[in-house]
């Protein structure tokens, strides 16, 4: 079993950036696509990155793309999302997770089965 633990949240001026970490534990992390989730006050946890096993791959939801990006360091097992231009509406709690599929078809929360016990990230104007 996987154990996943975020860092680097906290409360930052819209504008500014922060720098999302995610460790893992436990089994292979390179046998994983890397997720980062975020949930807002009374919305649902959506996808927002994703990077396949080998980092080349990666996908952004549009309210992201552009601003924020995803990597991973498998020798460091180890992924993070740098996020720029940060907005009030980035304001969430972020989760990263682990998933045994595919980046093509990682594309829900459903398709996860790691996850860490999130970060708190609060954008201030």
């Known amino acids: 079993q996987a154990q996943l633990a975020e860092s680097g949240g906290g409360l930052v001026q819209a504008g500014e950036s922060l720098r999302l970490s995610c460790v893992g534990s436990?089994?292979?992390?390179?046998?994983?696509?890397m997720g980062w989730f975020r949930q807002a006050p009374g919305q649902e946890r959506d996808i927002i990155a994703r990077i396949g096993r080998n980092g080349i791959f990666t996908y952004y939801a549009d309210s992201v793309k552009g601003r924020f990006t995803i990597s991973r360091d498998n020798d460091k097992n180890t992924v993070y999302l740098q996020m720029s231009s940060l907005k009030l509406e980035d304001t969430a709690v972020y989760y990263c997770a682990a998933s045994p599929d595919g980046i093509a078809t990682a594309i829900s929360a459903a398709k996860y089965h790691y996850w860490g016990q999130g970060t708190q990230v609060t954008v201030s104007s």
């Open positions: 436990g089994r292979a992390f390179t046998a994983y696509t």
